[in-house]
């Protein structure tokens, strides 16, 4: 039972790993591609500290099951902190990359001190083995850095949640849940029972919270979506919206064109009842007829040309994507022209009247002139 309980996570795990592969984009962080590798390297050695029989094989089984416990709760915070949009600076990085890799080094001196592992052996239950250790002063380093990592995380969770209206409140949601299910998990499920790890489960979740916010961080990526030269140039925006017509995520070309998209929330509709009613109506104009039209909306000075149409996650529609772009300098070239012409349809109208009255009155001459004659 407890051996099919962690070749089932293998499997599960290896399966994650394959739709990551299938579902990776060239935006994706590399942190991403570290989770799935450390993860399925640790499932992995679970199974070899089980199907081992002798202290010696298990212990190097374990030895690489810390690398995943190690850096995989630093890799899941580097990533929480791109979720929450919060940049750290590169030497805070490093400091914490060098933290782990020297609890890690810690990790390394089991078998040759009684720093870490104090002493260390495996006994046979029900078939399979478990390791039977008695930590060492240098293993409290490492619930330090389960510890202060997890804080870390979820500081960067409410941080998000509170002082960021842009970060999807599901996607830290599933963060959220991610880092209660390791501290059960690690903390918690140990006094449940000892005959398996709950820490294999954990990194699956994490696996597959991960996948999740995946799936979704591109309906957030509106830069890496559409075509960076274009944004470059400054004058053309985007705003991206969900099939449920909600707010998504925009450029700040769009959030200087509208406002209001700064303060709106991530996964909510638009609060803005007048911004809203027009983006639903040009939306359910575009689901209409499948054909994306310029829509030219006037505020104040300028006038925004707007077009519609789905947002692509690779091949597969996620959305609608709005182009907002400043039209103000061809619209009031065109209203110009457009004056030009009234004024000369109007000079031409008052010449065209004096003709035809001058036409009347030499009409009128000759037939004077005519009378005249005959009364002569």
């Not at 293998?10 to 592969?21: P, T």
């Not at 599901?170 to 880092?179: D, R, S, T, V």
Request: proline share 1%; hydrophobic share 45%; glycine share 4%.
């Amino acid at each position: 039972m407890v051996m099919a309980y962690y070749v089932t996570i293998f499997i599960l795990s290896l399966i994650c790993c394959v739709l990551y592969y299938i579902k990776k984009r060239d935006y994706y962080s590399v942190n991403y591609t570290l989770i799935f590798i450390l993860a399925i390297m640790s499932q992995g050695s679970y199974i070899i500290i089980a199907l081992s029989r002798n202290a010696r094989e298990a212990l190097v089984a374990n030895k690489i099951l810390y690398i995943g416990g190690c850096y995989l709760i630093l890799i899941g915070l580097f990533l929480i902190f791109s979720v929450c949009k919060i940049k750290i600076p590169k030497w805070l990085k490093f400091l914490l990359f060098l933290f782990a890799s020297f609890v890690y080094a810690c990790v390394l001196t089991t078998g040759y001190s009684d720093l870490f592992y104090k002493s260390f052996d495996i006994r046979i239950e029900n078939g399979v083995a478990v390791m039977v250790k008695e930590y060492g002063p240098l293993h409290n380093l490492f619930l330090a850095e389960v510890a202060i990592f997890l804080v870390m995380t979820f500081a960067a969770l409410i941080y998000g949640w509170f002082k960021n209206p842009n970060v999807s409140r599901i996607n830290l949601a599933i963060g959220g849940f991610m880092q209660v299910f390791s501290i059960f998990a690690y903390f918690i499920g140990r006094s449940i029972t000892t005959e398996i790890e709950w820490m294999a489960l954990a990194d699956l979740v994490d696996e597959i919270g991960f996948l999740i916010i995946m799936d979704r961080i591109s309906l957030y990526k509106v830069d890496d979506l559409v075509s960076t030269s274009i944004l470059n140039e400054g004058h053309t925006g985007y705003i991206s919206l969900d099939f449920k017509k909600r707010y998504l995520s925009a450029t700040d070309i769009a959030k200087k064109y509208f406002p209001e998209m700064s303060k709106n929330l991530a996964d909510k509709q638009i609060e803005d009842e007048k911004i809203r009613a027009l983006f639903d109506a040009w939306i359910d104009e575009f689901e209409v007829d499948k054909v994306s039209k310029t829509h030219n909306y006037r505020r104040g000075e300028f006038i925004y040309a707007i077009k519609v149409s789905y947002l692509y996650d690779g091949k597969r529609k996620r959305g609608y994507l709005l182009e907002v772009a400043d039209d103000t300098a061809h619209q009031q070239h065109l209203e110009g022209i457009e004056r030009y012409n009234q004024n000369l349809n109007r000079e031409l109208q008052v010449k065209t009247k004096l003709i035809e009255e001058l036409n009347f009155k030499n009409k009128v001459i000759d037939k004077l002139d005519d009378k005249l004659d005959d009364l002569l």
